[in-house]
């Protein structure tokens, strides 16, 4: 306990210097100008026991930085991902980090309170992107694009609650895929899902598996089972947490939380417990019960030629059609798919659960919301969840101790010798000019072990060094950091053989 | 009712308003700020009025890239980065908004240019003016003492745009910076010749990159006779003499800015001074100058550094000048701007600046106001303008009439016949999956022209055609678009076949 009361001793320390200090200094910058002035003023605002001020460093809630090691990860996710997407011949597209308030208004029903408003300085009313799906919507009705396949990386940002799953971050990357136009049904469809699963392959995961349900499915699902219109919405919410929870759960709560019947609960039941391939959508045509609705129907047959085509794709086996999928976004009109992640036991363990990876679907009534005459672009697209991803290889890096690089420099230039400085200068300039990735020491006499520990803890794999004798000699040496054999090279032939070197290994 | 009647003439009348104004093909601004207020007018009668209540428009200052202009983007950055990798810089990212606190005075005027985020109970936040002061602050928050980094993303700036001019408010940036305390120059030297490297490489044609020294610029005020309380704005005078003529300089300065004639003339002396390493031999001998302590530094570092760019071959293509007196307050030693170059319209003029590409400096104090011992990290570092390189690189690309491809697209899956399109699906799955980049259209019975066609719009180079006969005979005809001729491929050797045509890179320039 202090001398001065219930405060901490700093908290009063830096109570009496909010007060001591005049005005106006808590930005030196913007008193004096003069360098050498503010230096002076700085030094003496500073005293070592005394804190600079009660601002705390950090990220904000829900956001960080990512280190190299990270963006070494993140970029191997992204070069994979733009990959696929390239390989299908998508159009690369970027919008603005935010959009007039009004744009986003409306699009994501319950989570709108989720969007992040910059501030009213005068200006127009705006907001930070939710997702990629709504700037894509307005970018085909603003510039009137009929048809489009695009791709788009880029972060977006929401005010999750920071009491929900841990790791959830109010600022995430996503990489989408989407093709707008009016096609012939299903075959832009089937090419989605053809690329989330090379995607989720080739990033090596592990085992996945994509569920694959209808909106109207869905609906007609609900209408046969006697549920109420009113309680679509509430009801799907309940549906959708099967991959979670139980289905006594999920029935309890549809009955005892959302008032309804149990009867229809039951019914609903019979449904969405139930998941398969191709011949569950046969079965439910046969269904008495939703054979009688038009939806329904639609829907089924819709997945019908979609299986055909996911066969021809040779991915039919990742594929489930599974009645509880009832994801989130109000926009989704045909088909909607998610993809998870299939644990070993040995993850389930681990508790690294992430939940799904990827997810889509169609959704023809977006654009018409944008277009002055309402005019609709059917688009269906996906999404890769690439923090999720990021998270499992991340960990699965650490747990590896496998050592990553950060840098791409493949030849260091050293010297053991004092005063050769401006000698390597001129061999450094001569690599970069010659297209090496090259490195040396910012100091003007380094010691060699000093040079050659740093090639072995940042991996560059060669190193050049030039003394007294080989300036003599015209040579320079070239040695591989691993085997720390050497060789000498004339000078002229370094650019050469360094880039032999480096293509044969 | 009667309300409702009066506002719907003003609706009227505003929306006539507007169209005049359209038809006068008045300021875009102006249009604008009518069109507001319609809507404005508008929404007072309710939601019935109209489906639609906004314009399609993104917000002020800011812009799609289309797929052409991202083919562009990416091309330079490819540029930008390799060059960063090439000098061993590692790579961080940091979110888009900060604490408003990390911000805050770090700016000086520019302050008001900041975007904040709206209080929405939690933390003020505000989107980040640059990727210096976040990298000053990543420097402090993990206590590192030397990196050397790349970061290339957005930043915002609530500016007066001219988008025409390239001046946004959503704009990229391309940063290198290398922290740490090192023998002098040898940093500085390097994000020099990085410049000269990258802008080399973009080939947009003949630059200058202009070098001055914080404390030179700061000695050689004291030395006139400025004031110090007017150092800064008189900074800002000097600074456009890249933009108007000494004599208006001079009026700004006397005149507006209330320094003293003689003053003015003193400062004249040295500023419209440049040259190369020779000039910093001669104000080292400069009587005046050479008896402030703080120039004296300056020019000695300048020095050294003339000699380590003279190593590295790019000496001719720096210009020590006296009037670089660049904006931001953090900059503590050398600083550096690179302008492109005009041809000159009659021989013997000097080239023009037609505003700077890439720009940089020494900035040895940032870090140290975020630690809360102030311990400092010196900095040196870069950033390029690549906005305006973007739109250089794609009017030289026009007016080359390069076709710029949006797709990276090797083959279309295409069929000659109905009922085909099983043929295709399996096919242009096999490609995909032996990773030819490879699309196919979407419609069950397309016609042949109508694919072909679409291969020349998009450039995509070959087509893998399948026919009822073909496939009897186990082939597929491969077709060059270009020159069109066609030839059969066994099935089975079709992969290795395209794969063999298009492994010489795609050339997208």
Same mark, same amino acid.
């Given at each position: 306990?202090?001398?001065?009361?219930?405060?901490?001793?700093?908290?009063?320390? @830096?109570?009496?210097?909010?007060?001591?200090?005049?005005?106006?200094?808590?930005?030196?910058?913007?008193?004096?100008?003069?360098?050498?002035?503010?230096?002076?003023?700085?030094?003496?605002?500073?005293?070592?026991?005394?804190?600079?001020?009660?601002?705390?460093?950090?990220?904000?809630?829900?956001?960080?930085?990512?280190?190299?090691?990270?963006?070494?990860?993140?970029?191997?996710?992204?070069?994979?991902?733009?990959?696929?997407?390239?390989?299908?011949?998508?159009?690369?597209?970027?919008?603005?980090?935010?959009?007039?308030?009004?744009?986003?208004?409306?699009?994501?029903?319950?989570?709108?309170?989720?969007?992040?408003?910059?501030?009213?300085?005068?200006?127009?009313?705006?907001?930070?992107?939710?997702?990629?799906?709504?700037?894509?919507?307005?970018?085909?009705?603003?510039?009137?694009?009929?048809?489009?396949?695009?791709?788009?990386?880029?972060?977006?940002?929401?005010?999750? @609650?920071?009491?929900?799953?841990? /790791?959830?971050?109010?600022?995430?990357? #996503?990489?989408?895929?989407?093709?707008?136009?009016?096609?012939?049904? !299903?075959?832009?469809?089937?090419?989605?899902?053809?690329?989330?699963?090379?995607?989720?392959?080739?990033?090596?995961?592990?085992?996945?598996?994509?569920?694959?349900?209808?909106?109207?499915?869905?609906? /007609?699902?609900?209408?046969?089972?006697?549920?109420?219109?009113?309680?679509?919405?509430?009801?799907?919410?309940?549906?959708?947490?099967?991959?979670?929870? @139980?289905?006594?759960?999920?029935?309890?709560? !549809?009955?005892?939380?959302?008032?309804?019947?149990?009867?229809?609960?039951?019914?609903?039941?019979?449904?969405?417990?139930?998941?398969?391939?191709?011949?569950?959508?046969?079965?439910?045509?046969?269904?008495?019960?939703?054979?009688?609705?038009?939806?329904?129907?639609?829907?089924? /047959?819709?997945?019908?030629?979609?299986?055909?085509?996911?066969?021809?794709?040779?991915?039919?086996?990742?594929?489930?059609?599974?009645?509880?999928?009832?994801?989130?976004?109000?926009?989704?009109?045909?088909?909607?798919?998610?993809?998870?992640?299939?644990?070993?036991?040995?993850?389930?363990?681990?508790?690294?659960?992430?939940?799904?990876?990827?997810?889509?679907?169609?959704?023809?009534?977006?654009?018409?919301?944008?277009?002055?005459?309402?005019?609709?672009?059917?688009?269906?697209?996906?999404?890769?969840?690439?923090?999720?991803?990021?998270?499992?290889?991340?960990?699965?890096?650490?747990?590896?101790?496998?050592?990553?690089?950060?840098?791409?420099?493949?030849?260091?230039?050293?010297?053991?010798?004092?005063?050769?400085?401006?000698?390597?200068?001129?061999?450094?300039?001569?690599?970069?000019?010659? /297209?090496?990735?090259?490195?040396?020491?910012?100091?003007?006499?380094?010691?060699?072990?000093?040079?050659?520990?740093?090639?072995?803890?940042?991996?560059?794999?060669?190193?050049?060094?030039?003394?007294? #004798?080989?300036?003599?000699?015209?040579?320079?040496?070239?040695?591989?950091?691993?085997?720390?054999?050497?060789?000498?090279?004339?000078?002229?032939?370094?650019?050469?053989?360094?880039?032999?070197?480096?293509?044969? @290994? | 009712?009667?309300?409702?009647?009066?506002?719907?003439?003003?609706?009227?009348?505003?929306?006539?308003?507007?169209?005049?104004?359209?038809?006068?093909?008045?300021?875009?601004?102006?249009?604008?700020?009518? +069109?507001?207020?319609?809507?404005?007018?508008?929404?007072?009668?309710?939601?019935?009025?109209?489906?639609?209540?906004?314009?399609?428009?993104?917000?002020?200052?800011?812009?799609?890239?289309?797929?052409?202009?991202?083919?562009?983007?990416?091309?330079?950055?490819?540029?930008?980065?390799?060059?960063?990798?090439?000098?061993?810089?590692?790579?961080?990212?940091?979110?888009?908004?900060?604490?408003?606190?990390?911000?805050?005075?770090?700016?000086?005027?520019?302050?008001?240019?900041?975007?904040?985020?709206?209080?929405?109970?939690?933390?003020?936040?505000?989107?980040?003016?640059?990727?210096?002061?976040?990298?000053?602050?990543?420097?402090?928050?993990?206590?590192?003492?030397?990196?050397?980094?790349?970061?290339?993303?957005? +930043?915002?700036?609530?500016?007066?745009?001219?988008?025409?001019?390239?001046?946004?408010?959503?704009?990229?940036?391309?940063?290198?910076?290398?922290?740490?305390?090192?023998?002098?120059?040898?940093?500085?030297?390097?994000?020099?010749?990085?410049?000269?490297?990258?802008?080399?490489?973009?080939?947009? $044609?003949?630059?200058?990159?202009?070098?001055?020294?914080?404390?030179?610029?700061?000695?050689?005020?004291?030395?006139?006779?400025?004031?110090?309380?007017?150092?800064?704005?008189?900074?800002?005078?000097?600074?456009?003499?890249?933009?108007?003529?000494?004599?208006?300089?001079?009026?700004?300065?006397?005149?507006?800015?209330?320094?003293?004639?003689?003053?003015?003339?003193?400062?004249?002396?040295?500023?419209?001074?440049?040259?190369?390493?020779? =000039?910093?031999?001669?104000?080292?001998?400069?009587?005046?100058?050479?008896?402030?302590?703080?120039?004296?530094?300056?020019?000695?570092?300048?020095?050294? =550094?003339?000699?380590?760019?003279?190593?590295?071959?790019?000496?001719?293509?720096?210009?020590?000048?006296?009037?670089?007196?660049?904006?931001?307050?953090?900059?503590?030693?050398?600083?550096?701007?690179?302008?492109?170059?005009?041809?000159?319209?009659?021989?013997?003029?000097?080239?023009? &600046?037609?505003?700077?590409?890439?720009?940089?400096?020494?900035?040895?104090?940032?870090?140290?106001?975020?630690?809360?011992?102030?311990?400092?990290?010196?900095?040196?570092?870069?950033?390029? &303008?690549?906005?305006?390189?973007?739109?250089?690189?794609?009017?030289?690309?026009?007016?080359?009439?390069?076709?710029?491809?949006?797709?990276?697209?090797?083959?279309?899956?295409?069929?000659?016949?109905?009922?085909?399109?099983?043929?295709?699906?399996?096919?242009?799955?096999?490609?995909?999956?032996?990773?030819?980049?490879?699309?196919?259209?979407?419609?069950?019975?397309?016609?042949?022209?109508?694919?072909?066609?679409?291969?020349?719009?998009? $450039?995509?180079?070959?087509?893998?055609?399948?026919?009822?006969?073909?496939?009897?005979?186990?082939?597929?005809?491969?077709?060059?678009?270009?020159?069109?001729?066609?030839?059969?491929?066994?099935?089975?050797?079709?992969?290795?076949?395209?794969?063999?045509?298009?492994?010489?890179?795609?050339?997208?320039?």
């Amino acid at each position: 306990m202090s001398p001065f009361g219930l405060l901490p001793m700093r908290a009063w320390a @830096s109570l009496f210097s909010q007060v001591l200090r005049p005005s106006g200094l808590v930005c030196i910058r913007e008193v004096h100008f003069h360098s050498q002035v503010s230096e002076a003023v700085l030094t003496s605002q500073l005293k070592p026991h005394q804190e600079k001020s009660n601002f705390i460093i950090k990220t904000p809630k829900g956001t960080r930085d990512l280190s190299p090691q990270q963006m070494v990860v993140r970029e191997k996710i992204l070069d994979m991902v733009v990959g696929c997407f390239k390989r299908h011949g998508a159009k690369r597209l970027d919008t603005p980090a935010f959009e007039l308030k009004e744009m986003l208004t409306e699009k994501y029903g319950e989570d709108s309170g989720l969007i992040y408003d910059l501030k009213d300085q005068g200006g127009e009313l705006l907001s930070l992107r939710y997702d990629l799906t709504v700037p894509f919507a307005r970018y085909l009705a603003m510039y009137k694009v009929k048809k489009m396949k695009r791709y788009q990386v880029g972060k977006v940002w929401r005010r999750e @609650s920071p009491t929900i799953v841990q /790791g959830r971050y109010r600022e995430f990357c #996503q990489c989408d895929f989407d093709i707008a136009g009016q096609f012939d049904p !299903m075959i832009p469809d089937a090419e989605c899902l053809k690329i989330m699963c090379e995607i989720l392959s080739g990033l090596q995961l592990g085992d996945f598996l994509i569920k694959v349900n209808d909106r109207r499915i869905l609906d /007609g699902m609900l209408a046969v089972c006697g549920v109420p219109e009113s309680k679509f919405h509430a009801i799907c919410t309940s549906i959708d947490k099967l991959d979670k929870i @139980s289905w006594n759960d999920v029935r309890h709560e !549809m009955v005892a939380k959302k008032g309804l019947a149990p009867e229809v609960a039951d019914r609903i039941g019979d449904y969405v417990q139930c998941h398969g391939g191709v011949s569950l959508v046969e079965e439910m045509f046969q269904d008495s019960r939703l054979s009688q609705n038009k939806q329904a129907l639609e829907g089924l /047959g819709d997945l019908k030629l979609l299986f055909e085509y996911l066969t021809l794709f040779g991915i039919a086996e990742k594929i489930s059609f599974d009645l509880s999928l009832a994801r989130g976004l109000d926009y989704y009109t045909g088909v909607i798919y998610e993809a998870v992640l299939l644990q070993t036991p040995a993850q389930a363990e681990e508790s690294f659960n992430v939940g799904s990876v990827a997810a889509g679907g169609r959704y023809d009534g977006l654009v018409g919301m944008f277009d002055p005459r309402g005019h609709k672009v059917p688009c269906v697209g996906l999404s890769i969840g690439v923090e999720r991803i990021f998270a499992i290889l991340e960990q699965r890096m650490k747990t590896s101790g496998q050592k990553i690089r950060t840098t791409e420099t493949q030849v260091f230039v050293a010297t053991p010798q004092k005063n050769f400085l401006h000698e390597r200068l001129k061999l450094i300039s001569e690599l970069w000019d010659a /297209g090496i990735k090259a490195e040396l020491l910012y100091k003007n006499n380094p010691k060699l072990l000093t040079q050659l520990h740093y090639c072995e803890q940042m991996g560059i794999p060669l190193v050049v060094i030039i003394g007294e #004798q080989e300036l003599k000699e015209g040579v320079i040496k070239l040695r591989s950091v691993a085997s720390r054999e050497e060789v000498a090279i004339k000078r002229e032939n370094l650019v050469a053989e360094i880039q032999k070197t480096l293509s044969e @290994s | 009712m009667a309300e409702r009647a009066a506002v719907e003439e003003l609706v009227r009348l505003q929306g006539e308003r507007v169209r005049v104004l359209k038809q006068q093909k008045a300021s875009a601004e102006q249009i604008e700020e009518e +069109v507001a207020k319609l809507l404005k007018l508008k929404a007072q009668l309710g939601p019935d009025e109209g489906k639609q209540k906004f314009v399609l428009k993104t917000p002020k200052g800011t812009r799609d890239y289309s797929p052409r202009q991202m083919a562009v983007r990416e091309k330079v950055f490819d540029v930008i980065i390799s060059c960063f990798k090439r000098h061993g810089a590692e790579v961080i990212d940091t979110p888009v908004f900060e604490l408003k606190e990390t911000l805050t005075g770090k700016y000086g005027e520019d302050s008001k240019l900041i975007y904040d985020l709206k209080d929405q109970g939690g933390e003020l936040l505000s989107l980040r003016y640059d990727l210096t002061v976040p990298f000053a602050r990543y420097l402090a928050m993990n206590k590192l003492t030397n990196i050397k980094r790349y970061h290339i993303a957005k +930043v915002y700036r609530r500016d007066n745009p001219a988008m025409t001019r390239g001046r946004y408010r959503e704009f990229y940036q391309c940063d290198f910076d290398i922290a740490g305390q090192f023998d002098p120059m040898i940093p500085d030297a390097e994000c020099l010749k990085i410049m000269c490297e990258i802008l080399s490489s973009l080939q947009i $044609g003949d630059f200058l990159v202009k070098v001055n020294d914080r404390r030179i610029l700061d000695g050689m005020f004291a030395i006139c006779g400025v004031p110090d309380s007017k150092f800064r704005t008189i900074c800002s005078s000097v600074d456009k003499l890249d933009k108007v003529s000494w004599e208006e300089v001079k009026n700004e300065m006397v005149g507006e800015k209330g320094l003293a004639p003689e003053v003015a003339d003193r400062i004249g002396d040295y500023v419209q001074q440049h040259g190369g390493v020779s =000039l910093v031999e001669e104000l080292l001998q400069d009587p005046e100058l050479s008896q402030n302590k703080q120039a004296l530094e300056g020019l000695g570092d300048l020095k050294l =550094l003339f000699e380590y760019l003279t190593l590295f071959g790019i000496a001719d293509k720096i210009s020590f000048d006296l009037s670089l007196a660049r904006g931001l307050d953090y900059y503590t030693g050398v600083i550096y701007e690179a302008v492109l170059l005009q041809t000159p319209v009659r021989a013997g003029e000097e080239p023009l &600046g037609v505003g700077s590409v890439a720009a940089g400096g020494r900035y040895d104090g940032l870090v140290g106001m975020f630690d809360p011992k102030g311990r400092k990290v010196p900095c040196v570092g870069l950033s390029i &303008g690549v906005e305006r390189i973007f739109s250089i690189v794609e009017q030289r690309l026009e007016a080359l009439e390069e076709k710029v491809r949006t797709t990276e697209t090797q083959v279309l899956v295409a069929s000659a016949q109905k009922k085909l399109l099983e043929e295709r699906l399996k096919l242009v799955s096999e490609l995909w999956d032996a990773g030819i980049k490879a699309e196919l259209l979407y419609k069950k019975n397309p016609k042949l022209l109508n694919q072909l066609q679409y291969c020349e719009e998009a $450039g995509i180079p070959l087509v893998a055609i399948i026919g009822e006969q073909e496939l009897k005979d186990g082939v597929i005809k491969l077709r060059s678009v270009a020159s069109r001729e066609e030839v059969d491929v066994r099935r089975e050797d079709l992969v290795e076949e395209i794969k063999r045509r298009t492994s010489q890179p795609l050339c997208i320039c």
